[in-house]
T-cell receptor, first 111, second 111 residues
Framework: SQTIHQWPATLVQPVGSPLSLECTVE??????LYWYRQAAGRGLQLLFY??????ISSEVPQNLSASRPQDRQFILSSKKLLLSDSGFYLC??????????FGPGTRLTVT | KNEVEQSPQNLTAQEGEFITINCSYS?????LHWLQQHPGGGIVSLFM?????KKHGRLIATINIQEKHSSLHITASHPRDSAVYIC?????????????WGAGTKLIIKP
């Protein structure tokens, strides 16, 4: 069966520090991968999606970036965090149509 | 205007009440999803609809494609139903299927 992992589960970082969140998927090949962010009191926002290794599409201009160094690994990064980057970050995967399956999420607090 | 609108934003009800959450969308969709997000952040997929009606236990979801509207009903509500309920639609974006999310409805069921 398929499994999706995200880490860390929670993270507190100072403004201006770098960020690296990792997502890995097991049990499937060539998944579509997604990074979402949920800011406090707001809905989920698609940040990046990837249809293959090295293929990243960005939906929202920001100081975040994403990389997919391996088929089942998706990394969300920032060189310098802003206060507005605080939120709940979700990784998801899908194969083909419709269903997206979500990881447990990372709660990021930028202080 | 958001492409997916949910109402109400917040709903508090007594245990046993019949609950209705509404979702309207303004884009052409392939499918509509209802998801449940627990206080810890984890997201569970409840339904995926492209037409008609589906029922799982005390949960019922309906969709009217012509009116671009869906409803989620909870019968005999219970405090454990307290969560954020999210409506999301699948659209085709740059040859890939994406989810557009509503802002969510925060439901509190009081004992």
């Amino acid at each position: 069966s398929q499994t999706i992992h995200q880490w860390p589960a929670t993270l507190v970082q100072p403004v201006g520090s770098p960020l690296s969140l990792e997502c890995t998927v097991e049990g499937t090949s060539n998944p579509n991968l997604y990074w979402y962010r949920q800011a406090a009191g707001r809905g989920l926002q698609l940040l990046f999606y990837s249809v293959g290794i090295g293929q990243i599409s960005s939906e929202v201009p920001q100081n975040l970036s994403a990389s997919r160094p391996q088929d089942r690994q998706f990394i969300l990064s920032s060189k310098k965090l802003l206060l507005s980057d605080s939120g709940f970050y979700l990784c998801a995967w899908s194969v083909g149509l419709y269903e997206q399956y979500f990881g447990p999420g990372t709660r990021l607090t930028v202080t | 205007k958001n492409e997916v609108e949910q109402s109400p934003q917040n709903l508090t009800a007594q245990e046993g009440e019949f609950i209705t959450i509404n979702c309207s969308y303004s884009v052409g969709i392939s499918a509509l999803h209802w998801l449940q997000q627990h206080p810890g952040g984890g997201i569970v997929s409840l339904f995926m609809l492209s037409s008609g009606k589906k029922k799982h236990g005390r949960l019922i979801a309906t969709i009217n494609i012509q009116e671009k509207h869906s409803s989620l009903h909870i019968t005999a509500s219970h405090p454990r139903d307290s969560a954020v309920y999210i409506c999301a639609v699948t659209v085709v974006l740059r040859s890939n299927y994406q989810l557009i999310w509503g802002a969510g409805t925060k439901l509190i069921i009081k004992p």
